[in-house]
């Protein structure tokens, strides 16, 4: 069966310092990857994905994801965190050879503060 | 394009009463979807559809139902409200139902039931 683990419920860290949120995946097959992003009362917005190619993905607002298969993880990385980044970040995986929504796994997210 | 719509934002049901939660999407997307997020946890898929007049069951249905009689719309149901139906609930959307697709999500219902 798929899964993704979040293994921090919580990550804080100062503003300007790069910042990191880990993300492990177990499937039977080839991931496909997708990092979201979820404001307060918001839902969630896409902010990159992994399918194929080059391991480092670039997204939005200077987030950039780096697929490790190896490791089996696709940790979310940003050079200089900004208070405004503070949200809840989800890591989601399917694989590839599903074709159906259903197979889409979320891990647990990971709360992000960034203090000023 | 407003994307993905849900109405109504937050709602209190007493246990055994029904309600409808309402999606709408414009991007003339085939797929929709309807997720649950409970506290600490991830989402979880309920029911999705791959086209006006085609749905299916997702990882959690009881309780549930869905309909999906125009592309832009996909009302979810809830027959008999139960605590253990409290929860955030997400509609989505994707263009295609492939494993590389992007979905986009609306902006969620809170739904308690006491």
């Known amino acids: 069966a798929q899964s993704v683990a979040q293994p921090e419920d919580q990550v804080n860290v100062a503003e300007g310092n790069p910042l990191t949120v880990k993300c492990t995946y177990s499937v039977s097959g080839n991931p496909y990857l997708f990092w979201y992003v979820q404001y307060p009362n918001r839902g969630l917005q896409f902010l990159l994905k992994?399918?194929?190619?080059?391991?480092l993905v670039k997204g939005s607002y200077g987030f950039e994801a780096e697929f490790n298969k190896s490791q089996t993880s696709f940790h979310l990385k940003k050079p200089s965190a900004l208070v405004s980044d503070s949200a809840l970040y989800f890591c989601a995986v399917r694989v590839a050879r599903d074709n159906y929504g259903q197979n889409f796994v979320f891990g647990p997210g990971t709360r992000l503060s960034v203090l000023p | 394009n407003a994307g993905v719509t849900q109405t109504p934002k937050f709602r209190i049901l007493k246990i055994g009463q029904s309600m409808t939660l309402q999606c709408t999407q414009d991007m003339n997307h085939n797929y929709m979807y309807w997720y649950r997020q409970d506290p600490g946890m991830g989402l979880k898929l309920i029911y999705y559809?791959?086209?006006?007049?085609?749905?299916d069951k997702g990882e959690v249905p009881n309780g549930y139902n869905v309909s999906r009689s125009t592309t832009e719309d996909f009302p979810l149901r809830l027959e008999l409200a139960a605590p253990s139906q409290t929860s955030v609930y997400f509609c989505?959307?994707?263009?295609?139902?492939?494993?590389?697709?992007?979905?986009?999500f609306g902006p969620g219902t809170r739904l308690l039931v006491l």
């Open positions: 992994y399918i194929t190619g080059d391991n």
């Open positions: 989505a959307s994707s263009y295609t139902g492939q494993a590389r697709e992007t979905q986009y």
């Open positions: 559809s791959v086209g006006a007049g085609i749905t």
